[in-house]
């Protein structure tokens, strides 16, 4: 087991409370568009090619229209199940490096959109996780930043995101960093550096 894993599984219990038509944080997504996303990230690459190959648009629509007439319990059970042999995802190495963020990220998706949410208490292991897949891409997400950006967490640890002649601090538990990189905006945490440098960065992540 790993923390891809069990936030697959405790998104999949949550799923399950709350049905398919409760309110996530991805804009205009109910928490069965989120279990589709899911799905066909993970064992539909038809409907996957049809995000990505015009011509193949309408057979990816199609893909879509039957998972979302599946049963809700069905097509939790395959979010559940995770991705098919013939996914390298379905490898344990590769899962935790690729889903880790991932799932901890739709998982407070839905979490946090659920009234009277609270952030979960530290776990160093989950910590840890998250903290080695923010350094993979803070740089991705940071690159356009019109200043430098550095992220730190409470102990002092920090990722140089982007390098630049004025710095903006971004200060936070490792999974409210990453929730803010991936743009939620329900994330806890505190800014550090001059406010118009502050803003400027602000304004670059709400264009994404």
């Not at 042999?85 to 839905?110: C, L, Q, R, Y």
Request: aromatic content about 6%; hydrophobic content about 40%; charged content about 30%.
């Amino acid at each position: 087991m790993g923390v891809a894993s069990d936030e697959r599984q405790l998104l999949c219990e949550l799923f399950e409370q709350i049905g398919p038509d409760a309110p996530t944080l991805c804009e205009g997504w109910k928490t069965r568009d989120l279990a589709v996303h899911l799905v066909v990230r993970e064992r539909r690459p038809d409907a996957m090619a049809g995000r990505l190959i015009k011509a193949l648009a309408e057979r990816g629509e199609r893909a879509e229209q039957e998972l979302r007439q599946l049963a809700w319990p069905e097509l939790v059970d395959q979010v559940r199940q995770g991705p098919p042999k013939w996914n390298p995802m379905s490898i344990g190495g590769v899962d935790e490096t690729v889903n880790a963020a991932e799932f901890f990220v739709h998982h407070e998706d839905v979490r946090r959109a659920q009234p009277g949410w609270q952030p979960r208490p530290s776990e160093e292991v989950r910590d840890e996780a998250l903290w080695k897949s923010l350094s993979r891409v803070a740089r991705m997400f940071y690159g356009r930043s019109p200043v430098g950006v550095v992220l730190r967490r409470p102990d002092g640890t920090e990722i140089q995101a982007k390098r630049g002649p004025r710095t903006v601090r971004i200060v936070g538990e490792p999974a409210e960093l990453l929730l803010y990189a991936f743009g939620r905006s329900e994330a806890k945490i505190t800014f550090e550096g001059n406010e118009a440098d502050i803003m400027a960065m602000q304004d670059l992540r709400r264009s994404f």
